[in-house]
């Protein structure tokens, strides 16, 4: 249990199977990166399939640029969580890429913008002085 106390998400113990083993694996890959296993996405009437690098808001597809695209897995991933402008820049350009704060700002606009079909709600919320949430 120890190990568990010192940062680590999960550890196996010997002898162990080799199917708990690749459950394990699936898990942790679901939490750190839905999209590497090809999921859906899904929150309320918005649907992003992963695979085919297609979104849905019910029935109509909706286009989006990469990085909206990008962007809009971030928040999917983690409906309701309020998301900053900085763990948002990680998500969508990674850490070795430097660029402002605010060039979030605009993609959450284009984002938004997509989103908005036939005078429905806007699925993304500016949390002011926080970030931005999914739901």
Do not use: C, W
Request: charged letters at 25%.
């Amino acid at each position: 249990m120890r190990v568990l106390q010192v940062g680590v998400d999960d550890y196996v113990k010997k002898p162990y199977f080799v199917v708990e083993l690749m459950a394990r694996n699936r898990s942790l890959l679901r939490r750190t990166n839905p999209v590497l296993l090809g999921e859906i996405l899904e929150f309320e009437d918005i649907r992003a399939d992963a695979e085919s690098h297609r979104v849905y808001r019910g029935d109509i597809e909706v286009h989006l640029g990469p990085t909206e695209y990008r962007l809009l897995l971030a928040l999917l991933e983690r409906p309701r969580r309020v998301l900053s402008r900085e763990q948002l820049l990680d998500a969508v350009f990674g850490q070795d890429i430097y660029v402002g704060s605010h060039t979030v700002d605009v993609h959450v606009g284009r984002l938004r913008k997509s989103l908005m079909i036939k005078n429905s709600s806007n699925p993304v919320r500016i949390v002011i002085g926080a970030g931005y949430a999914f739901g």
